[in-house]
C-alpha cells in the first residue's frame, strides 16, 4: 500500500513537472544561444553582447554555447535541430544563405524561425597603402588590363568575401577568374599576407582592415553599400567610385529552430528590439566599428530570402555552386 | 617618464589588484582541467569585461592566460592528461619524472621556468614591440610553409624508438589533419556525409584520447597498481630552482627566445613553441638519451618557451591589430571595447596604458610563482589517492572535458576512439608523440602549401624568391639533408 501511495505521488509529480512549461510564463527557464563560429571572434561578441542584454529583460540567463566547425554548417545544423520551444536559439550568419548553394548541408533560411536581424557589415575592397591606384577604378582598369596577375584573400574559398570580389567583377563584366581568389582562415590572416606583399587585394569589411587602415599599412577604395560607413565616412560607395550597383554585406541575426510558438517570438522580438535600441549595443557597434542593422520577424526572414536568391545567383554565376 | 608613472599607477590599485588576482585563480582551474584551453578560459572572460573597466579588464585576460598555460603542466605531469595543448609536447617527459617520484620536481621547474619565460616574453614586447611586428609582418605563405616543414622535421628528434614507428606515427597524424571542410579548397574529405565530420578532428579531444585515455586503458589492463616509488617531497623549492637555474640556464634562454619568436609570428602560437622547444633541447643536448626516462632539460626549455610566446603573441596585436595567437584574437576585440584601439597610433596616444598593460604583464608572471606554488602542492596529493579509484576519475574528467571543446558528443566519441588509437599503438612501440605534431601542423602546412601555389601560378620556384623564404628554406632543407649527409659521409669513410 505504501509502495502504491509513492507510486501515486511520483505519478501525480511528474505530470505536473510536464505541464508545467504551458502554465508558467516563457521563459521559465536558462536559454541557450548557439553560435555556429568560434570563441572571440566577431560573431561571438555580437552573440554576447546581444545575451547579456536579453538576460537582463527576460529575467533568464542566457548562455552562449559556440557550436564550431565545418565552416558554420555544424552549429547552423544545432540550431535548426534544437526542439522548437524557445530554449535553444542561436545566431544565424550569413553562410545559411550560402552553404547549401556549395552542397555543403540541405538547411536554408526557411530551415528556422526568424526572430530578428542585429548588424550587417558591407565587404570593402582593400588594397596596400602604398599601392599605385587612387580609386577603385584603377585597380578594376589594371585587373582588366592582366587578368590572373592580382590575387585577393579575405577568407576560405567560397566564403562571404570570396563572393563579394566574384560579384563585384562580375557586376562589372571583368571575367571572375582575372583575379584568383587566394583562400585564408579569416580576414586577418588575408589582411597580413596583403601587407606581406603575398596577395594585391582584400575584400574583407571595414571593422576588419579598421587597424590596418589606421596604422597607414592598407587603403579602403570601396565600400560594396548603398550608403558610405559611419566608420569611414571617406571611402566612397562602389556605385560612387565605379558605377557598379553591387553591394553584399555580412550579416548575423537571432533565430529559433522552425515552428517556434507565438507566445516564444511574442516574447522574444520585443525583447530583442529593446535590447537593440539599448545604449550598451549601439556603444558596443560603434566601438567595434560594426553596422547596425534591425529587421525583425517576417522582415528578417524576407530579407534572409532575398540574401539567399541573390548570393545563390552570383554562386552560379562565378561557378561556386554545385 | 611621466606616461611609466601613469601606467604603473593605474594598476596599483586595489581593485585592479584584485581582479588579476581573482582571473589568475580562475585561470589556473581552468587551465587545469584538461579540454578546456587558455583560448576558453580567456572567452569565458569576455562577457564579463563589457562590464569593467579598461585596465583591470585587460589585467584579468593577462592574467588569466599566463596562469592557464602554466596550470596546464599539473595535469600533465600528474595524469598525463594535458590540462592545456601547448603542455602536450613535455607531458611524457613530466610524467615520467611523477613515475619516478621527482613529480614535485618537475612541476617546480614548471612554475618558475613558466614564469621567468614570461617575464623575458614581457620584455622582448616592452623593449622591441613595434620593432618586430614590422618583421612579423612581412611573413607570407612562403614564409609559413618553410617554418611547418621545419617544425614537422621535430618529429626526427621528439619520437623515440624505431625511425619508422616515428614515420608512420607523424603520417598518421598528417592524415587526421586533412579530414573535414577547413582546407584550403573548401572540399569536405574524409566525411561520408556526416554533418560533424565537416569539423573534422578537432586536436583537443584527439590529444586527451591519445595521451590520457590511453594511460587509463593501459592501467586498467594491468590492474591498475600502485605507483611503486614513493613521491619525494620537493624540499626547499628555492634550492631546487637555484640549481636548475645555474645547469640549464642555456636551455631556458633557448627557450625563451624560440617561444618568444613564435609568439609573435601570427600563424604560430604557444603550443607550436613548446614541440619546436622540446626537439631543440633534445637535438643540442649533451645528453639526448635521457630524453623520454624523466629529464628535467626538456622541460625546462619547453615550458619556458610557451609561456614566453603568450607575451610574444601580445606583438602584433597591440601595434598592427593582427592577432599573434588565438588568445590575442580574443584580446583585440576587448580592446576595441575598451577604447584602447591597437595600432601604432595606441602607443603615441596612450602611452600610459600601454605601460599599464607592461606592468600587468610583470605583475601577473610575479604572482605566477606563490599562486603555482599552492597550486602544485594541492595537486600533487593527488597522487596519493590510489590509482584504482584515480583512473575511473580521470577518465570522467577526460569525458567532460572533450564534451566542453564544441559541446558535442562528437569530441567525446573522437576521444575515445583515439584512447584506442594511442593503446594500441603504444603496445607495439609506436611513438604517438608525432602523430600529435602532425595534426596540429597538418593544416597550417597544407594551407601554406596551397596558398603559396595560388599565388605563385604554380611556380615552385616562388618559395625561394622572397629572401627570408629562401633563407628559411636552405635552413630546413639543411636539417633534413644533414644526418643523410653524415651517413654519407661514415659510410664513405668505412668503406
Excluded at chain 2, 11 to 27: E, S
Aim: hydrophobic share 50%; charged share 15%.
Amino acid at each position: 500500500m505504501k509502495r502504491l501511495l509513492v507510486a501515486a505521488a511520483g505519478l501525480a509529480l511528474s505530470v505536473c513537472l510536464s505541464f508545467a512549461p504551458a502554465i508558467a510564463a516563457y521563459p521559465e527557464r536558462p536559454i541557450t544561444l548557439i553560435v555556429p563560429w568560434g570563441a572571440g571572434g566577431g560573431t561571438d561578441s555580437v552573440a554576447r553582447m546581444i545575451a547579456s542584454l536579453l538576460e537582463r529583460d527576460l529575467g533568464q540567463p542566457v548562455a552562449v554555447v559556440n557550436r564550431t566547425g565545418g565552416q558554420g554548417v555544424v552549429g547552423h545544423q544545432a540550431i535548426a535541430d534544437a526542439t522548437p520551444d524557445g530554449y535553444t536559439i542561436g545566431l544565424l550568419t550569413v553562410e545559411i544563405a550560402m552553404m547549401h548553394w556549395q552542397g555543403l548541408t540541405k538547411l536554408d533560411p526557411a530551415s528556422y524561425t526568424p526572430l530578428a536581424l542585429v548588424n550587417e557589415d558591407p565587404a570593402g575592397l582593400q588594397v596596400r597603402a602604398d599601392a599605385p591606384y587612387k580609386t577603385a577604378k584603377d585597380v578594376i582598369d589594371d585587373v582588366t588590363k592582366s587578368p590572373g596577375k592580382y590575387k585577393a584573400s579575405g577568407t576560405a574559398q567560397g566564403g562571404i568575401w570570396h563572393l563579394a570580389l566574384a560579384g563585384m567583377l562580375t557586376s562589372l563584366k571583368v571575367q571572375p577568374t582575372a583575379v584568383p581568389w587566394v583562400p585564408s582562415n579569416g580576414a586577418a590572416p588575408g589582411l597580413q599576407d596583403l601587407v606581406a606583399g603575398g596577395v594585391q587585394i582584400v575584400t574583407c569589411s571595414l571593422p576588419e582592415a579598421r587597424a590596418l587602415i589606421e596604422a597607414g599599412r592598407v587603403k579602403s577604395l570601396a565600400v560594396m553599400a548603398t550608403e558610405r560607413s559611419k566608420l569611414m565616412p571617406d571611402v566612397p560607395t562602389l556605385k560612387e567610385a565605379t558605377g557598379s550597383d553591387w553591394t553584399i554585406g555580412a550579416w548575423r541575426g537571432v533565430a529559433g529552430p522552425k515552428g517556434l510558438p507565438k507566445e516564444v517570438t511574442d516574447r522574444l522580438i520585443p525583447a530583442l528590439k529593446k535590447a537593440y535600441d539599448s545604449k550598451a549595443y549601439q556603444d558596443f557597434l560603434s566601438s567595434r566599428g560594426f553596422g547596425g542593422r534591425w529587421a525583425e520577424g517576417a522582415a528578417f526572414g524576407a530579407f534572409m530570402t532575398e540574401a539567399d536568391a541573390s548570393l545563390g545567383k552570383v554562386m552560379k554565376e562565378v561557378g561556386l555552386a554545385k | 617618464m611621466g606616461a611609466v608613472e601613469a601606467g604603473i599607477a593605474m594598476v596599483m590599485r586595489f581593485d585592479v589588484i584584485l581582479t588579476i588576482l581573482a582571473a589568475a585563480a580562475f585561470g589556473i582551474v581552468v587551465g587545469a582541467i584538461p579540454g578546456l584551453t587558455a583560448t576558453m578560459a580567456i572567452a569565458l572572460l569576455v562577457p564579463i569585461t563589457f562590464f569593467m573597466e579598461p585596465i583591470p579588464a585587460v589585467g584579468a585576460m593577462i592574467a588569466c592566460s599566463a596562469m592557464a598555460i602554466f596550470a596546464g603542466d599539473i595535469p600533465s605531469t600528474l595524469m598525463r592528461m594535458p590540462g592545456t595543448p601547448a603542455s602536450a609536447a613535455y607531458t611524457d617527459e613530466c610524467y615520467a619524472m611523477t613515475r619516478k617520484g621527482e613529480a614535485e620536481v618537475a612541476l617546480g621547474a614548471n612554475v618558475l621556468f613558466s614564469a621567468l619565460g614570461g617575464l623575458f616574453g614581457t620584455a622582448v614586447l616592452i623593449v622591441a614591440a613595434p620593432l618586430l611586428a614590422e618583421v612579423a609582418l612581412g611573413f607570407s605563405s612562403f614564409e609559413y610553409f618553410w617554418l611547418a616543414l621545419l617544425g614537422l622535421s621535430c618529429a626526427i628528434f621528439i619520437g623515440t624508438g624505431a625511425p619508422l614507428k616515428g614515420l608512420l606515427s607523424l603520417l598518421l597524424g598528417l592524415f587526421f589533419a586533412t579530414i573535414g571542410l577547413d582546407n584550403p579548397a573548401g572540399i569536405p574529405r574524409f566525411t561520408f556525409g556526416n554533418a560533424e565530420l565537416l569539423s573534422g578532428v578537432d586536436f583537443i579531444p584527439a590529444m586527451i584520447g591519445l595521451f590520457a585515455v590511453s594511460e587509463v586503458l593501459r592501467a586498467m589492463a594491468s590492474g591498475a597498481p600502485d605507483w611503486e616509488m614513493r613521491q619525494t617531497a620537493m624540499r626547499n623549492p628555492l634550492k631546487g630552482w637555484g640549481r636548475m637555474f645555474v645547469t640549464y640556464w642555456p636551455q631556458q634562454l633557448r627557450g625563451n627566445i624560440t617561444g618568444t619568436a613564435i609568439g609573435i609570428l601570427p600563424g604560430a602560437g604557444a603550443d607550436i613553441a613548446a614541440w619546436v622547444s622540446y626537439a631543440m633541447s633534445r637535438k643540442f643536448s649533451k645528453t639526448p638519451e635521457k630524453f623520454g626516462t624523466g629529464h628535467v632539460e626538456g622541460i625546462i626549455e619547453s615550458t619556458s618557451s610557451n609561456n614566453a610566446a603568450l607575451a610574444g603573441a601580445w606583438v602584433p596585436a597591440l601595434v598592427f591589430g593582427i592577432p599573434g595567437d588565438s588568445i590575442t584574437a580574443i584580446v583585440i576585440g576587448v580592446l576595441y571595447l575598451k577604447g584602447l584601439n591597437p595600432g601604432p597610433t595606441l602607443f603615441l596616444n596612450n602611452p600610459q596604458a600601454i605601460y599599464a598593460v607592461f606592468t600587468i604583464f610583470i605583475l601577473a608572471n610575479l604572482a605566477m610563482i606563490p599562486l603555482g606554488l599552492a597550486a602544485l602542492k594541492a595537486g600533487t596529493a593527488l597522487l596519493r589517492v590510489p590509482r584504482k579509484l584515480m583512473m575511473p576519475i580521470i577518465l570522467v574528467f577526460c569525458i567532460v572535458g572533450a564534451y566542453a571543446v564544441n559541446n558535442s558528443v562528437y569530441g567525446v566519441v573522437l576521444m575515445l576512439g583515439f584512447g584506442v588509437l594511442g593503446f594500441l599503438m603504444e603496445e607495439h612501440g609506436v611513438p604517438i608523440a608525432p602523430c600529435v605534431l602532425g595534426i596540429v601542423l597538418g593544416k597550417l602546412l597544407e594551407e601554406a602549401f596551397v596558398t603559396s601555389m595560388i599565388k605563385a601560378d604554380g611556380q615552385l620556384l616562388a618559395f625561394f624568391e622572397r629572401p627570408m623564404a629562401a633563407g628559411l628554406g636552405v635552413l630546413t632543407l639543411l636539417v633534413l639533408c644533414l644526418p643523410l649527409l653524415g651517413r654519407l659521409r661514415r659510410a664513405l669513410r668505412s668503406a
